[in-house]
């Protein structure tokens, strides 16, 4: 593709030199570049990528795209801001693939993963090719890519929705961080329906007040228009949980129509009768389309609000309330998720991903309401990251967990102590005495520890890590997965 093609995607710009010139792949990454490639000159957080573009042309990239003209000899597209040409170009010269994918997104601080799997699992069922994006993997036409953090970066997201089109996918789901709300990593893709979850407590390391966290949240709406394509008959959809107060202010922001779902209060989608088993979750729906009985095999109230916000994509996919009832009435779980872990003991394990206070005050609540006997639950927080959900966390375990076992959940460059010692200033604050918490930085020997001291009727929680099959501790990522660590302990326990 000619660089003028690709320059005549924007309005504000300034070429310098060879506008002719062949561009044969597009890179932000100066370690990537190929010979021949457009490289985008991106100001990060940690680097500043006008830094790496004379490594850029030394390695034959055939053009630069710049905030300001650079002493260098090479062809140069000189624009405001480098993000927001990335996003459109990307969008252009990978062929426009989210027009043909009608995204749905899912933004919140908790649920994101959960619903994305839900949505799939709807489609499967009606005999979609759907694609997922997010946290646990990439996954379409029966391949799943490892990923290393929620919403990938702009050009990686816009080459995966180009393959699954390519591959035969129809329709894609994906999670949207508030990173990649502030970054603009989901700018040049096209969504056909935004669906929040929830906003409670975390990432304040990165965002550092709730009102910037909720700000990112909201530019996801108030960016939705009010058709996703050309055609102005493909309308767009908000899907916002009610009883979350940010609900009001999105829906305020959107061009799109809005489904509001919930439990508490009045709602488009609303749930009742709200009853928590081992084996699931029942309640009753009641929405515009009649009512039903609804009985989940996923576990936790939490999960009926994820499974509402499913519901309401679906709805507003055309499908019909009582398919996607059933499809969701089928749906097992999600790897990490309330996952239980049974090696032939007598009391439950489960493995949770809960890593924030909401997270965390939401599946003991529910794991609560399983135990006949003790809850004992083991726990860390992830060093690097928002430093101040940590005596929260703690406050939140001594309030509902009978014991306690504080250990690591990726330290990172941090000191594990250190971590630990932030969550037991929580633990003493509400009153946790040493008889009831342990602190032990090895997560493998606080498995242990926990499956050691269960007794049959008592629930041993781990939570944080879910389906993470790594620790990083330092800069190194080393093998952990909480799943078979747990499997082990309770064989060893067992013999
Ligand atoms: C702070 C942050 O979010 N950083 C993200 C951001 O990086 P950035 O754009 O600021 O890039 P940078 O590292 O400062 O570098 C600037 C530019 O120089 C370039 N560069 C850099 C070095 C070099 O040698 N050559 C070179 O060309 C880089 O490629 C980049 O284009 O954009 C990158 C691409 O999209 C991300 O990979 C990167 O995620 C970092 C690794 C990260 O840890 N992010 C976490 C906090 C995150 O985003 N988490 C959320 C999860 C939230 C949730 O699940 O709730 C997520 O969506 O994953
Ligand atoms: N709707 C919800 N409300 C509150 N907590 C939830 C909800 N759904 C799941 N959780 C809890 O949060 C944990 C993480 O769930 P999930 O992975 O679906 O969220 P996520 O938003 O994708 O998280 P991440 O931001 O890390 O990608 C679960 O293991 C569960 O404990
Ligand atoms: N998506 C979350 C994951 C945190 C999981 C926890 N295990 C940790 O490493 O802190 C984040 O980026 O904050
Ligand atoms: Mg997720």
Redesign the pocket.
């Known amino acids: 593709m000619k660089l003028n093609e690709l320059s005549q995607q924007l309005l504000l710009y300034r070429m310098i030199g060879d506008s002719a010139a062949e561009i044969g792949s597009l890179a932000v990454d100066s370690r990537k570049v190929e010979p021949g490639c457009l490289f985008f000159c991106v100001p990060g957080h940690a680097a500043d990528g006008h830094d790496y573009a004379e490594q850029a042309i030394s390695k034959g990239a055939a053009a630069l795209v710049t905030e300001r003209e650079l002493p260098i000899t090479a062809t140069q597209i000189i624009v405001p801001d480098v993000r927001q040409a990335l996003a459109l170009i990307a969008d252009y010269y990978y062929g426009r693939p989210s027009h043909k994918l009608r995204p749905i997104g899912?933004t919140?601080?908790?649920?994101?993963?959960?619903?994305?799997?839900l949505i799939e699992r709807i489609w499967a069922d009606a005999g979609v090719a759907a694609g997922v994006i997010?946290?646990?993997e990439t996954r379409y036409a029966g391949e799943s890519l490892p990923m290393s953090g929620?919403t990938p970066g702009v050009l990686e997201l816009q080459q995966i929705l180009h393959d699954m089109v390519e591959a035969g996918t129809e329709r894609c789901v994906m999670?949207v961080?508030s990173h990649a709300l502030d970054q603009g990593r989901v700018k040049g893709c096209s969504f056909r329906t935004a669906i929040f979850?929830?906003l409670?407590q975390?990432h304040l390391d990165y965002h550092g007040t709730m009102e910037a966290y909720e700000s990112a949240k909201g530019l996801f709406f108030s960016r939705l228009g009010n058709t996703y394509s050309d055609d102005p008959r493909e309308r767009t959809y908000a899907v916002l949980?009610g009883d979350d107060e940010a609900s009001a202010r999105f829906a305020k922001m959107t061009a799109a129509e809005v489904l509001t779902y919930g439990i508490e209060k009045k709602a488009d989608l609303q749930a009742s009768e709200v009853r928590i088993a081992a084996g699931g979750t029942s309640f009753k729906l009641e929405s515009f389309r009649g009512s039903r009985q609804v009985k989940l095999k996923l576990v936790?109230k939490?999960?009926v609000?994820?499974a509402l916000?499913a519901l309401g994509a679906a709805l507003c996919e055309g499908i019909g309330l009582d398919e996607a009832i059933t499809s969701l009435e089928r749906i097992g779980g999600?790897p990490?998720?309330?996952e239980p872990v049974d090696a032939g003991q007598d009391f439950a394990v489960i493995v949770?991903?809960?890593?924030?206070p909401?997270?965390?005050e939401?599946?003991l609540n529910?794991v609560k309401e399983l135990a006949t006997g003790n809850v004992i639950c083991v726990f860390g927080c992830g060093g690097d990251r928002d430093r101040t959900k940590r005596p929260i966390m703690g406050r939140i375990a001594s309030d509902l967990a009978d014991k306690i076992i504080v250990t690591s959940d990726n330290p990172r460059t941090e000191d594990p102590e250190l971590i630990i010692r932030d969550i037991e200033a929580g633990l003493k604050e509400a009153g946790a005495t040493r008889d009831r918490y342990e602190l032990e930085p090895d997560r493998r020997a606080a498995i242990e520890k926990a499956v050691e001291m269960a007794s049959p009727g008592d629930v041993v929680l781990i939570?944080g890590k879910?389906h993470e099959a790594y620790q990083i501790i330092g800069n190194v990522t080393h093998d952990f997965d909480d799943r078979l660590v747990a499997k082990e302990a309770i064989r060893s326990r067992n013999q």
């Open positions: 899912v919140g601080t908790n649920g994101k993963t959960t619903t994305t799997y997010g946290t646990i929620t999670e961080s979850t929830n409670t975390d949980n936790g939490f999960n609000y994820n916000a999600v990490g998720r309330v949770d991903y809960a890593h924030t909401d997270g965390l939401n599946v529910t939570a879910g």
